[in-house]
Nanobody, 120 residues
Framework: QVQLVETGGGLVQAGGSHRLSCAQSGRTFGTHTADMGWFRQAPGNEREFVSSIRWSDGTPNYAASVKGRFTISRNNARDTVYLQMNSLKAEDTAVYYC???????????WGQGIQVTVSS
């Protein structure tokens, strides 16, 4: 079974930048990966979509709240997705979850989540 390993969480000042990484490990999907992406959940809020990337051609998708500030990218050879976060705001503080969907597989696989705290 695939596992998702998220790295890069931490504390950053408002206006700063930070990068998250998420790598598939174990029985990776490889070329069967359909999309990888990021969601986040702030205290008291529901989990919300942040960004995703189509594995085949790199087409990105962003939530309106992060568009223009966050950039998603991928490394197919490493089965890894990145989230570059710029111009961070206090409201970006949340636990960020990596997710992957694969062709021929039912459901979405989730990482354990990683904390990002933006101090104002």
């Amino acid at each position: 079974q695939v596992q998702l390993v998220e790295t890069g969480g931490g504390l950053v000042q408002a206006g700063g930048s930070h990068r998250l990484s998420c790598a598939q490990s174990g029985r990776t999907f490889g070329t069967h990966t359909a999309d990888m992406g990021w969601f986040r959940q702030a205290p008291g809020n529901e989990r919300e979509f942040v960004s995703s990337i189509r594995w085949s051609d790199g087409t990105p998708n962003y939530a309106a709240s992060v568009k223009g500030r966050f950039t998603i990218s991928r490394n197919n050879a490493r089965d890894t997705v990145y989230l570059q976060m710029n111009s961070l705001k206090a409201e970006d503080t949340a636990v960020y979850y990596c997710a992957v969907d694969a062709f021929g597989s039912t459901g979405t696989y989730w990482g354990q989540g990683i904390q990002v705290t933006v101090s104002s």
